[in-house]
């Protein structure tokens, strides 16, 4: 299946909502608790507002051939001392069931990873994001805990 990476515009924020809405539901389908309250309306707006401020970054893979969102990875950067300097941190990434296990997951952390690289800055340190993941990650199911580090070399 050919994939695009696009960066998302603010026009693309009620897609980003509903692949939220679904992220949300799938992960309070597998933990069996309605920990997230979710409004597809209010999601939309402040991604949109988010998005045109260029405080939200978010690459959205697509069917190669259309328009149609297979799934999202959001990143912001951060600064922490023990990283010298800035990181990227990946707080949202999901692909829809039916696309999974296609590599459009892997395509999204490499674009991420591009990003990072394009910023500069010393070393492999300049590379390296959080990624948070409450599903695989989550040691009430079976996970390793709630964040790993993804370096870009």
């Known amino acids: 299946m050919p994939v695009r990476i696009d960066p998302a515009l603010p026009e693309d924020a009620s897609a980003i909502a509903t692949m939220v809405g679904e992220l ?3 992960i309070m389908a597998a933990i069996g608790e ?3 309250g979710f409004d597809h309306n209010q999601t939309a707006a402040r991604a949109r507002a988010w ?9 959205i893979a697509r069917d190669g051939m259309g328009q149609e969102p297979l799934g ?3 990143l912001y950067e951060g600064y ?4 010298e300097g800035a990181l990227g941190t990946i707080p949202e990434l999901f692909v829809r069931p039916a696309c999974r296990s296609k590599g459009i997951g892997a395509a999204l952390v490499a674009e991420a990873k591009r990003i ?7 070393g492999s340190k300049s590379r390296r994001l959080r990624c948070r993941n409450s599903i695989e990650r ?6 390793r805990g709630s ?3 993804v370096d870009g070399r």
């Open 51 to 59: 998005l045109t401020e260029g405080r939200y970054r978010v690459l």
């Open 147 to 149: 964040a790993s580090r």
């Open 24 to 26: 949300l539901h799938e």
């Open 34 to 36: 309605p920990v997230f």
């Open 72 to 74: 999202f990875l959001a």
């Open 80 to 83: 922490a001392l023990y990283a």
């Open 138 to 143: 989550s040691p009430s199911i079976g996970g």
């Open 116 to 122: 990072g690289r394009s910023k500069g800055g010393r």
